[in-house]
């Protein structure tokens, strides 16, 4: 029992991180039917937002200490960070420590405007060029923004640690009354996938509940209709689209303590985030969500000990033998509409 | 010529030329000068040339043809690849049955992956062609290790059995060999200030690439060839005349899925090893930058993709800030950190960087790639000279398969 509960929550955060990009991607593709295979990349410039945060707040200037000397009785000299001399050194601290989080704040601005900028400048040219092209360009796109991201920053993955009052791990077990530390489940882990509810939430709430919203929506049904009834429904997607990268780069920012971030790890997401869309069904937001977790929980699942001694290596593959299996049985995905790109 | 349109014969036998006479045309500047570095006549990248273009040549057969888009290619190869190893550790060094082998290794598994795959099409067969592709990829890595070697790969050692061959002498490592001939000797022809490298393994690629590009002619102008054609322009209306599409689709991705294996167990034959690195997703995508770059859908296109990645590959990422300085040195100093700094990004390590802008700017500009580009290139010239209008040239942008 304890075993099945540890693996549901393990991988309920990669399921997030699944569900999240899984979530841009769809909203991409039932808005503006474009298959972006830049998401990924997205994924990771959002990282590195909280990457470049990190950097800037512990930007600092050499200051000599005259209380403090080296061996050779010459005062020391000490880096101090420009933030103490704006905030003081307690706020400093606390703030470079709260880096990850505080660059939600910084990233939003910049993936909207990332976004705004694929959209109208490449992506726009795209819509009535078959899926191929649309896929051919967003890769090469993608690579492009890797290869800038490893200009810049190097291609060894960079640490960012959490806030200090994250780290560490909870007791689950002992929560639900199995024995103490039967179940122990990190922090962050928590912050992530409460993290990710919220934003999938907001998405959806967002989707349901404003006028906005409902113009969106009606567009993703009929866009020509909603079109002649005089509402410019290209400048919503185009504002849909800003959300879907803030979406991935939110996702990005969060997941940098899990796994410190590196100019690949988009790509590597992005595989996986495919597959899930398409194991929930092209254009099926909720299918993108529910499919992100429930191979997020498979995935655990098969890397399970007593698994693994039966089926040797199934953890490397479930993921994609899922989606197989689903493609060949149900070809619209779990909760595909009817008509949605079927073929 | 061999049952060949003219204007395809004549593209036939420039491709011979190109490749007999690659030692030469590859190397065109002396050793020990400045431009020596731009020299691709060695063997090692005159193979890959070669092999990716075969290999390339392959895909294009599927997604020229057919449209049907596979981002899975590379798991042919490298199974190809590892079958290829198996039968240099097991039977002979002699690479005969190794490359047989692999093209037959890899035909099976494709036949298995498209029969699953061709049942969806568009984004669906992508996904479905990736997740067979990164399967591979894991199982190579992971649970298979007795079979592909794992992280260290798979090559062939002094203690396999080899039982066509007769036992090695003491202190003799094991080389790949077609009848004694070693895949690694070369004859070094001096000139001059140059030197050309005449390769055995490279000829033998090269007459495979011949011959597969020979066969890829045969199958673009036959009946077969047409319907793999109609099915890119409309397969719903094909499967309304009452014709069922799978047969012709799946025999496409069967073919192109040997020639994959053809190229993995020529790897395999000029360097006798194989990892897992080769099933990876963005080997899979290499070729599909090679085959749109080159222009899909054409002949030549592949081949010069192919060329084109391979070569820029190895030449590029060799230059570094040094080499730059020294190109710029004849400017004033201001002015050349300033050349020396925008271009730098843009070559050793950059070249990712460079291919993945360049890759853009031909899904963008040219959807028919280099080949389209030398064609308006040539429509230009040719208005100039007949002083006619564009209608012409707008006759000629479509690719001329």
Same mark, same amino acid.
């Given at each position: 029992?304890?075993?099945?509960?540890? *693996?549901?929550?393990?991988?309920?955060?990669?399921?997030? +991180? @699944? &569900?999240?990009?899984?979530? $841009?991607?769809?909203? %991409? =593709?039932?808005?503006?039917?474009?298959?972006?295979?830049?998401?990924?990349?997205?994924?990771?410039? $959002? +990282?590195?937002?909280?990457?470049?945060?990190?950097?800037?707040?512990?930007?600092?200037?050499?200051?000599?200490?005259?209380?403090?000397?080296? =061996?050779? $009785?010459?005062?020391?000299?000490?880096?101090?960070? @420009? %933030?103490?001399? =704006?905030?003081?050194?307690?706020? $400093?601290?606390?703030?470079?420590?709260?880096?990850?989080?505080?660059?939600?704040?910084?990233?939003?601005?910049?993936?909207?405007?990332?976004?705004?900028?694929?959209?109208?400048?490449?992506?726009?040219?795209?819509?009535?060029?078959?899926? +191929?092209?649309?896929?051919?360009?967003?890769?090469?796109? &993608?690579?492009?923004? *890797?290869?800038?991201?490893?200009? =810049?920053?190097g291609a060894n993955p960079i640490p960012t640690p959490a806030p200090e009052a994250f780290k560490g791990s909870l007791d689950f077990g002992a929560m639900l009354g199995f024995e103490a530390n039967s179940i122990i489940y990190p922090y962050w882990r928590l912050v992530y996938f409460s993290f990710a509810a919220v934003i999938i939430g907001g998405v959806f709430a967002f989707l349901q509940f404003t006028t906005f919203g409902m113009v969106v929506r009606a567009g993703m049904a009929d866009r020509e209709t909603v079109g002649l009834l005089g509402i410019n429904i290209d400048k919503r997607f185009t504002i849909m689209f800003g959300l879907a990268a803030a979406v991935a780069g939110l996702a990005g920012v969060m997941y940098t303590p899990i796994n410190s971030p590196n100019y690949h790890m988009g790509m590597d997401f992005l595989v996986l985030s495919f597959v899930v869309v398409v194991v929930g069904g092209m254009g099926s937001l909720s299918g993108a969500v529910l499919a992100g977790f429930l191979l997020g929980i498979l995935e655990s699942f098969a890397s399970m000990t007593a698994v693994l001694e039966t089926l040797p290596g199934i953890n490397q593959i479930i993921i994609y033998l899922v989606a197989i299996i689903v493609l060949l049985t149900r070809p619209r995905g779990l909760m595909g509409k009817a008509g949605v790109m079927e073929e | 010529m061999f049952g060949l349109r003219k204007s395809d014969s004549v593209l036939l036998l420039i491709v011979i030329a190109l490749t007999v006479f690659a030692p030469f045309i590859l190397n065109p500047f002396p050793e020990n000068s400045v431009m020596a570095q731009f020299n691709a006549g060695y063997p090692d990248l005159m193979q890959r040339l070669v092999i990716f273009g075969i290999f390339a040549i392959g895909f294009n057969i599927l997604f020229g043809l057919t449209g049907y888009l596979s981002f899975g290619h590379a798991a042919f190869l490298g199974v190809g690849s590892y079958a290829g190893v198996w039968m240099i550790k097991l039977l002979t060094l002699n690479v005969i049955p190794a490359i047989v082998v692999s093209v037959i290794v890899a035909g099976a598994f494709s036949l298995l992956v498209g029969w699953i795959s061709l049942r969806r099409s568009g984004i669906y067969f992508s996904i479905l062609t990736l997740a067979f592709a990164q399967m591979s990829y894991a199982l190579a890595y992971s649970v298979l290790t007795p079979i592909t070697g794992g992280e260290t790969g798979l090559q062939p050692k002094v203690a396999d059995p080899r039982i066509l061959d007769a036992a090695l002498e003491e202190g003799v490592t094991p080389r790949a060999n077609l009848f004694g001939m070693f895949m690694n000797d070369s004859y070094e022809m001096v000139v001059g200030g140059w030197i050309f490298t005449?390769?055995?393994? /490279? /000829?033998?690629?090269?007459?495979?690439?011949?011959?597969?590009? /020979?066969?890829?002619?045969?199958?673009?102008?036959?009946?077969?060839?047409?319907?793999?054609?109609?099915?890119?322009?409309?397969?719903?209306?094909?499967n309304y005349t009452g014709i069922e599409s799978k047969p012709y689709t799946l025999a496409a991705f069967v073919i192109s899925g040997m020639y994959a294996g053809l190229a993995g167990g020529l790897l395999v034959a000029m360097d006798t090893q194989a990892g897992a690195e080769r099933m990876f997703w963005t080997a899979s995508g290499e070729v599909v930058l090679m085959t749109i770059l080159g222009g899909a859908g054409t002949l030549i296109g592949p081949v010069l993709g192919a060329g084109f990645i391979k070569y820029f590959e190895n030449i590029v990422s060799k230059i570094n800030a040094n080499i730059l300085e020294t190109w710029f040195s004849f400017m004033p100093d201001g002015i050349s950190d300033l050349f020396v700094g925008l271009i730098y990004p843009f070559i050793g390590k950059g070249w990712h960087l460079t291919l993945g802008i360049l890759f853009m700017l031909v899904v963008i500009f040219l959807p028919g790639g280099l080949v389209q580009g030398g064609q308006k290139i040539a429509g230009m010239f040719k208005n100039k000279k007949d002083g006619s209008d564009s209608a012409t040239s707008s006759a000629s942008a479509a690719p001329a398969e």
């Amino acid at each position: 029992m304890e075993a099945i509960v540890l *693996q549901i929550l393990n991988g309920l955060d990669k399921g997030s +991180a @699944y &569900a999240l990009i899984a979530l $841009g991607l769809t909203l %991409i =593709f039932g808005t503006l039917g474009v298959v972006n295979f830049a998401h990924g990349a997205l994924f990771m410039i $959002g +990282a590195f937002c909280a990457v470049t945060l990190s950097k800037i707040l512990t930007l600092s200037h050499v200051v000599i200490d005259a209380t403090k000397k080296d =061996f050779l $009785g010459n005062p020391l000299k000490v880096e101090v960070p @420009y %933030i103490y001399d =704006f905030v003081g050194e307690n706020a $400093g601290n606390i703030i470079i420590d709260w880096a990850v989080p505080l660059s939600i704040l910084f990233a939003i601005p910049i993936m909207v405007l990332i976004g705004f900028i694929m959209e109208r400048g490449l992506i726009k040219h795209f819509y009535k060029r078959p899926h +191929a092209d649309q896929i051919l360009v967003t890769f090469g796109l &993608a690579i492009v923004m *890797q290869e800038v991201i490893k200009y =810049f920053y190097g291609a060894n993955p960079i640490p960012t640690p959490a806030p200090e009052a994250f780290k560490g791990s909870l007791d689950f077990g002992a929560m639900l009354g199995f024995e103490a530390n039967s179940i122990i489940y990190p922090y962050w882990r928590l912050v992530y996938f409460s993290f990710a509810a919220v934003i999938i939430g907001g998405v959806f709430a967002f989707l349901q509940f404003t006028t906005f919203g409902m113009v969106v929506r009606a567009g993703m049904a009929d866009r020509e209709t909603v079109g002649l009834l005089g509402i410019n429904i290209d400048k919503r997607f185009t504002i849909m689209f800003g959300l879907a990268a803030a979406v991935a780069g939110l996702a990005g920012v969060m997941y940098t303590p899990i796994n410190s971030p590196n100019y690949h790890m988009g790509m590597d997401f992005l595989v996986l985030s495919f597959v899930v869309v398409v194991v929930g069904g092209m254009g099926s937001l909720s299918g993108a969500v529910l499919a992100g977790f429930l191979l997020g929980i498979l995935e655990s699942f098969a890397s399970m000990t007593a698994v693994l001694e039966t089926l040797p290596g199934i953890n490397q593959i479930i993921i994609y033998l899922v989606a197989i299996i689903v493609l060949l049985t149900r070809p619209r995905g779990l909760m595909g509409k009817a008509g949605v790109m079927e073929e | 010529m061999f049952g060949l349109r003219k204007s395809d014969s004549v593209l036939l036998l420039i491709v011979i030329a190109l490749t007999v006479f690659a030692p030469f045309i590859l190397n065109p500047f002396p050793e020990n000068s400045v431009m020596a570095q731009f020299n691709a006549g060695y063997p090692d990248l005159m193979q890959r040339l070669v092999i990716f273009g075969i290999f390339a040549i392959g895909f294009n057969i599927l997604f020229g043809l057919t449209g049907y888009l596979s981002f899975g290619h590379a798991a042919f190869l490298g199974v190809g690849s590892y079958a290829g190893v198996w039968m240099i550790k097991l039977l002979t060094l002699n690479v005969i049955p190794a490359i047989v082998v692999s093209v037959i290794v890899a035909g099976a598994f494709s036949l298995l992956v498209g029969w699953i795959s061709l049942r969806r099409s568009g984004i669906y067969f992508s996904i479905l062609t990736l997740a067979f592709a990164q399967m591979s990829y894991a199982l190579a890595y992971s649970v298979l290790t007795p079979i592909t070697g794992g992280e260290t790969g798979l090559q062939p050692k002094v203690a396999d059995p080899r039982i066509l061959d007769a036992a090695l002498e003491e202190g003799v490592t094991p080389r790949a060999n077609l009848f004694g001939m070693f895949m690694n000797d070369s004859y070094e022809m001096v000139v001059g200030g140059w030197i050309f490298t005449f390769n055995v393994g /490279y /000829y033998i690629a090269a007459i495979c690439m011949v011959f597969a590009f /020979y066969l890829s002619i045969r199958i673009f102008r036959s009946p077969f060839g047409l319907m793999l054609r109609a099915v890119k322009s409309n397969q719903q209306r094909l499967n309304y005349t009452g014709i069922e599409s799978k047969p012709y689709t799946l025999a496409a991705f069967v073919i192109s899925g040997m020639y994959a294996g053809l190229a993995g167990g020529l790897l395999v034959a000029m360097d006798t090893q194989a990892g897992a690195e080769r099933m990876f997703w963005t080997a899979s995508g290499e070729v599909v930058l090679m085959t749109i770059l080159g222009g899909a859908g054409t002949l030549i296109g592949p081949v010069l993709g192919a060329g084109f990645i391979k070569y820029f590959e190895n030449i590029v990422s060799k230059i570094n800030a040094n080499i730059l300085e020294t190109w710029f040195s004849f400017m004033p100093d201001g002015i050349s950190d300033l050349f020396v700094g925008l271009i730098y990004p843009f070559i050793g390590k950059g070249w990712h960087l460079t291919l993945g802008i360049l890759f853009m700017l031909v899904v963008i500009f040219l959807p028919g790639g280099l080949v389209q580009g030398g064609q308006k290139i040539a429509g230009m010239f040719k208005n100039k000279k007949d002083g006619s209008d564009s209608a012409t040239s707008s006759a000629s942008a479509a690719p001329a398969e």
